[in-house]
């Protein structure tokens, strides 16, 4: 059963277009949420994060929204660049006594010039 | 300040053979985590390791083993390999145990045939 649900394996932006990748999670519990991006050939790399407390945070041209009642968040990149073409994985965690975190299975990002 | 390394960044094995991967945190982290990376599962938490002690664990089964270092590197064991063991396998170190923002590394490509 997965927990944490990236329902789109792939999207397709043009240069200076908003990107949006989605996450769904079942787990109540999960009150932290990150998203991380991924190059090729290397690991992933922590990009913005929210916790449960609130259902925006922003930082320069990404913004992750988080709507509790729907399990849901997003990811919006804007405006997206070439250079943001990776996958995109949203994790989630439990906190409490066990911060283990948990991934979705990632969004694969283009973004044509 | 150097990144998160692991080694071999390659490897093939057969089945039933056993293999060590090796992971070296970025200096001054004690927080080592290995995550387990295939097409189909995404990314799946194995365990983590906070001075030289396991702290969390995943749902692997007990082939798949870690240990840690005084001086906070990392090794995980796979015993009796299986095909579906091959996988890229992540290695992410913190600075706090049970902490949300992890540096990954590069991975190590495994293939078992």
């Known amino acids: 059963d997965q927990q944490v649900k990236q329902n789109s394996p792939s999207l397709s932006v043009q240069e200076g277009r908003i990107s949006i990748l989605n996450c769904d999670y079942t787990?109540?519990?999960?009150?932290?949420f990150l998203w991380y991006k991924k190059y090729p050939a290397e690991g992933p790399t922590f990009l913005i994060s929210i916790s449960s407390i609130k259902d925006k945070n922003e930082d320069g041209r990404f913004t992750v929204f988080l709507n509790k009642s729907a399990k849901h968040l997003s990811l919006h990149i804007v405006p997206s660049q070439p250079g943001d073409s990776a996958v995109y994985f949203c994790?989630?965690?439990?906190?409490?006594?066990?911060?283990?975190?948990?991934f979705g299975k990632g969004t694969l990002l283009t973004v044509n010039p | 300040k150097a990144g998160v390394t692991q080694t071999p960044r390659y490897l093939i094995k057969t089945r039933g053979q056993q293999v060590t991967l090796s992971c070296s945190p970025i200096s001054g982290h004690r927080s080592v985590s290995w995550y387990q990376q295939t097409p189909g599962q995404g990314l799946q938490f194995l365990f983590e390791?906070?001075?030289?002690?396991?702290?969390n664990k995943g749902n692997f089964p007990g082939r798949f083993s870690g240990r840690q270092f005084s001086n906070s590197r990392s090794e995980m064991n796979v015993s009796t390999l299986e095909l579906g063991d091959s996988a890229l396998y992540l290695c992410a170190s913190s600075l706090r145990p049970s902490s949300y923002e992890q540096y990954f590394g590069p991975g190590t490509r495994l293939t078992v045939t």
């Open positions: 787990n109540s519990m999960f009150d932290y």
């Open positions: 994790a989630a965690s439990d906190g409490g006594s066990n911060y283990k975190l948990t």
């Open positions: 390791y906070f001075s030289e002690t396991q702290r």
